[in-house]
């Protein structure tokens, strides 16, 4: 036994925050029933955030808001007064405003309660009066009418007992009831803020659609074209309309070429391109390869492919649409000699067939510039002037080229052309590491792309033929080696020619020459 009486048990109503299912309650109902003093769990509804128990004096507020704090929710015992608390709802931005049924309440119930044990004590007192006056009757050591005073106590307090259990009853229902009213409030609360979210997120949408109803340039740049009215009903659909076309920054313009298929292999990225316009024709932009384009254009069965090039407009006299012709830099040579390219269609009369290629192979001797020493003079001068040779290096270099020069002479002594090219080979990949071993890193660097560039050139050479003034006056014969052309000009790499030297290029008919006289039925007579 303990010293708990029954005016000591109270309920107590208790805010539970973070609740939102069913298996929450049951959670919070195991937490509360671990707590010393609480005899019983009357409710826990997670709609209304709120439970009851029937608590001795051990259940203190602390155990008990410890207790569910372990289970992972807020907890708040009500104090008495029936208090209006603040409930915040899970999920919910915003608290409200939620009459606990607890403190008032609880006391009203804890009075009735009191009645109906007070009412139980006083039957059970008016029961032992009632028994021992029976029993003195009995033995007639008292009166019937004192008997009968018993007994009238004792029905009163039996009635007492009734009405005190059907005002608990009563009180029950009424708290049963009210209890309904806040979850039914509680519910209420949260279709409202349902409501209000509901609300916010239409409104959200509509300012989206009205900021969409304004229109704004991707970019920053001059309009080119506007491809719709003001007032025009625009409608996007699978493809998005076009409104207007901008140009973001018309200083650099770019010029799509269609390239045949036939030269497309000689355009490379990085190559400077030269091109007029019909706009300016005395006037030649300069541009630069940045992209060449696998895709092909396909028209009446000519296919030709896009080379992009890059040209800054910084006087923006060049406009989007215009067209251009363009030639695009193949191959540079500077301080070369050449001859026009009229020169090099030029045959007399009687004159033999032009060299072919093979026996084109065979070299020149005593052409362009002396023969092989003037090559090799004109090879060491490049070299010293391009790659900044110091004077070791060209003491050093002239050594290179004078062995190279002692086994050239060896070479042509020998008789079978198999072995003399490939003592040909040998000596040049001899020379070209001496002279790899004598660089600096940088200066082999440069090297590298001088012979690169120099055999390139030497792939592009071919055989050709031309004629100039004789001593005796008639024309004569010099076989060139031809390199890079042009519309106009043709390089000459080898051959006895000099820079200054006239060439043939065409024959002027004589005043004196014989009249040819017409075939019969060809002359210039009277016809039919």
């Known amino acids: 036994m303990t010293g708990e009486t029954m005016s000591d048990i ?7 925050g973070g609740m939102t299912c069913d298996h929450c309650e049951r959670t919070v109902a195991k937490a509360l029933e671990t707590v010393p003093g609480v005899r019983q769990v009357l409710e826990v509804s997670h709609a209304g955030a709120f439970a009851r128990v029937e608590a001795g004096p051990e259940a203190t507020p602390a155990r008990i808001e410890g207790a569910v704090a372990k289970a992972g929710y807020r907890a708040r015992v009500q104090p008495h007064g029936g208090a209006v608390a603040p409930v915040a709802l899970p999920g919910r931005g915003a608290d409200f405003d939620l009459l606990i049924v607890g403190g008032g309440s609880a006391g009203f119930a804890a009075a009735i309660k009191g009645a109906e044990l007070g009412a139980r004590v006083a039957l059970a007192e008016a029961r032992r009066i009632l028994e021992r006056n029976r029993e003195m009757v009995r033995k007639t050591l008292m009166s019937q009418n004192e008997l009968d005073t018993a007994q009238t106590a004792y029905d009163s307090a039996v009635s007492q007992l009734k009405a005190a259990e059907a005002q608990q009853e009563a009180a029950a ?67 998005a309309p076009t409104l207007f076309l901008i140009a973001q ?35 030649s932009f300069t541009g630069q390869v940045t992209q060449v384009r696998n895709a092909p254009i396909t028209v009446q069965n000519v296919v030709t492919y896009d080379a992009v090039v890059q040209v800054a407009n910084p006087d923006l006299r060049l406009k989007p649409g215009m067209t251009a012709n363009v030639s695009f830099l193949i191959a540079e040579r500077q301080n070369v000699v ?78 079978s052309e198999e072995r003399r090219q490939a003592m040909r080979r040998g000596m040049q990949t001899q020379t070209r590491t001496q002279i790899r071993e004598l ?36 024309p004569e014969s010099r076989p060139v080696t031809l390199g890079i052309a042009n519309d106009t000009h043709t390089e000459v790499v080898s051959g006895d020619l000099t820079s200054g030297q006239q060439v043939i290029t065409g024959l002027l008919a004589s005043s004196k020459a014989p009249k040819r006289t017409a075939p019969p039925g060809f002359g210039a007579g009277p016809r039919l």
């Open 10 to 16: 109270r309920e107590l109503t208790i805010e539970i």
């Open 338 to 415: 050449k001859v026009p390219t009229a020169a090099l269609r030029f045959r007399p009369d009687g004159a033999a067939p032009e060299p072919s290629a093979r026996t084109s192979q065979t070299p020149q001797r005593g052409g362009g510039g002396g023969g092989a020493a003037g090559r090799s003079r004109e090879m060491q001068e490049r070299l010293t002037t391009e790659l900044s040779l110091t004077p070791e290096q060209q003491t050093r270099l002239s050594e290179v080229f004078q062995r190279n020069a002692q086994q050239a002479r060896a070479l042509r002594e020998e008789e």
């Open 249 to 283: 920054d018309l200083m650099q313009m770019q010029v799509d070429t269609n390239v045949s298929e036939a030269d497309i292999g000689r355009v490379q990225i990085g190559q400077t391109v030269t091109f007029t316009v019909d706009a300016y024709q005395n006037t």
């Open 439 to 474: 660089l600096t890193p940088e200066q082999r660097q440069k090297y590298e792309a001088l012979m690169h560039a120099r055999e390139e050139a030497q792939t592009q050479q071919r055989p050709g033929r031309v004629w100039v003034v004789g001593a005796n006056g008639t």
């Open 173 to 239: 229902g009424q708290h049963k009831s009210a209890m309904a009213q806040a979850r039914l409030a509680a519910a209420q609360h949260m279709a409202a803020v349902a409501q209000v979210e509901q609300a916010r997120a239409a409104l959200q949408a509509a300012e989206l659609d009205l900021q969409r109803t304004t229109i704004r340039a991707p970019v920053t740049g001059i309009v080119v074209s506007r491809n719709v009215d003001v007032g025009q009903t625009v409608a996007a659909s699978l493809q």
